[in-house]
């Protein structure tokens, strides 16, 4: 597989997230983006992070969602090119492109309830990328996919419960079933990647995943302040310590057993529901 093959599957300017639609450029060394507390998902690599410093309305908060949404666009393609290159099976390589379609639906979701809000989405810049190894590949999966996607699933079922506005309520309905979806994925891939690497390699992935948890909680462990965060539907800061706690002593303790891992998120995770209920060890109550 050539090198041309990651330069074009970069262009995803016909996803129609916003105008300017993506952008990429060849480009120097990647920058991982610093996200805003609880705005999880699987991100690209190389996603050049053009974060605002402040979010300070609704507006402005969707339009990072949406821009994270487009952001996880490239990040699914990317992996399926990635993963062609090492002849994964189709039908892996089907999931992931289907993922990447799934991230587009977000991404206009968020970016059409973003503007009716006064929010302006902002361009995805990713810079090309070249062909990694596959411990590269599950180093990356293991924080982006079964750390940070898994933690924006359940979010997601949080807010497709809790969020106050009816219209974001509804469109996180089927966002979270998808991310439920895509966090099953990542645990899928992570096994599928593990069996093709050494046992000193799994070890290291693993410590990887260990320290994205790491990252994540203290990432995690503020007290929002602004008024939108909970109009968004996030879980507080006490639910979010509980939510993370009954992941870290199951899901993310799981060890290179997909059926296992996938049986322990749906059962700490139910899907969204009318009636409410437990949600990884945290009581979420539906408006
Ligand atoms: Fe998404
Ligand atoms: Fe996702």
Redesign the pocket.
């Given at each position: 597989m050539g090198s041309e093959q990651f330069n074009t599957c970069w262009i995803v300017s016909e996803a129609g997230y916003g105008d300017p639609p993506f952008q990429t450029e060849a480009g120097a060394g990647p920058t991982i983006v610093n996200c805003l507390y609880t705005y999880t998902?699987r991100r690209p690599r190389a996603l050049v992070d053009e974060c605002p410093p402040e979010t300070l309305t609704i507006g402005d908060a969707l339009a990072h969602a949406a821009y994270l949404?487009a952001a996880?666009v490239a990040a699914f393609r990317d992996l399926a090119c990635q993963l062609e290159a090492h002849a994964a099976p189709a039908s892996l390589l089907r999931r992931l492109r289907s993922a990447a379609d799934?991230?587009v639906r977000?991404?206009r979701a968020m970016s059409a309830l973003a503007r009716r809000r006064g929010g302006t989405p902002r361009p995805v810049r990713v810079p090309r990328t070249r062909r990694r190894p596959l411990l590269a590949i599950a180093l990356e999966n293991a924080t982006e996919g079964c750390v940070r996607e898994t933690w924006?699933a359940v979010c997601?079922v949080v807010q497709s419960l809790r969020a106050r506005d009816p219209e974001l309520r509804a469109a996180m309905r089927g966002?979270a079933r998808?991310?439920l979806r895509?966090a099953e994925l990542s645990w899928h891939l992570g096994a599928w990647l593990g069996a093709r690497l050494t046992e000193e390699e799994r070890a290291l992935v693993d410590l990887e995943r260990a320290g994205a948890v790491r990252a994540l909680a203290r990432e995690l462990d503020v007290t929002p302040r602004e008024a939108w965060h909970a109009q968004l539907g996030f879980p507080t800061r006490e639910e979010t310590r509980a939510m993370l706690r009954a992941l870290g002593a199951g899901v993310w303790k799981t060890r290179r057993n997909p059926s296992s891992a996938r049986r322990e998120l749906r059962r700490r995770v139910r899907g969204p529901r009318r009636s409410g209920g437990s949600f990884v060890g945290a009581s979420v109550t539906p408006r």
């Amino acid at each position: 597989m050539g090198s041309e093959q990651f330069n074009t599957c970069w262009i995803v300017s016909e996803a129609g997230y916003g105008d300017p639609p993506f952008q990429t450029e060849a480009g120097a060394g990647p920058t991982i983006v610093n996200c805003l507390y609880t705005y999880t998902g699987r991100r690209p690599r190389a996603l050049v992070d053009e974060c605002p410093p402040e979010t300070l309305t609704i507006g402005d908060a969707l339009a990072h969602a949406a821009y994270l949404e487009a952001a996880s666009v490239a990040a699914f393609r990317d992996l399926a090119c990635q993963l062609e290159a090492h002849a994964a099976p189709a039908s892996l390589l089907r999931r992931l492109r289907s993922a990447a379609d799934d991230e587009v639906r977000h991404a206009r979701a968020m970016s059409a309830l973003a503007r009716r809000r006064g929010g302006t989405p902002r361009p995805v810049r990713v810079p090309r990328t070249r062909r990694r190894p596959l411990l590269a590949i599950a180093l990356e999966n293991a924080t982006e996919g079964c750390v940070r996607e898994t933690w924006g699933a359940v979010c997601a079922v949080v807010q497709s419960l809790r969020a106050r506005d009816p219209e974001l309520r509804a469109a996180m309905r089927g966002i979270a079933r998808d991310e439920l979806r895509h966090a099953e994925l990542s645990w899928h891939l992570g096994a599928w990647l593990g069996a093709r690497l050494t046992e000193e390699e799994r070890a290291l992935v693993d410590l990887e995943r260990a320290g994205a948890v790491r990252a994540l909680a203290r990432e995690l462990d503020v007290t929002p302040r602004e008024a939108w965060h909970a109009q968004l539907g996030f879980p507080t800061r006490e639910e979010t310590r509980a939510m993370l706690r009954a992941l870290g002593a199951g899901v993310w303790k799981t060890r290179r057993n997909p059926s296992s891992a996938r049986r322990e998120l749906r059962r700490r995770v139910r899907g969204p529901r009318r009636s409410g209920g437990s949600f990884v060890g945290a009581s979420v109550t539906p408006r």
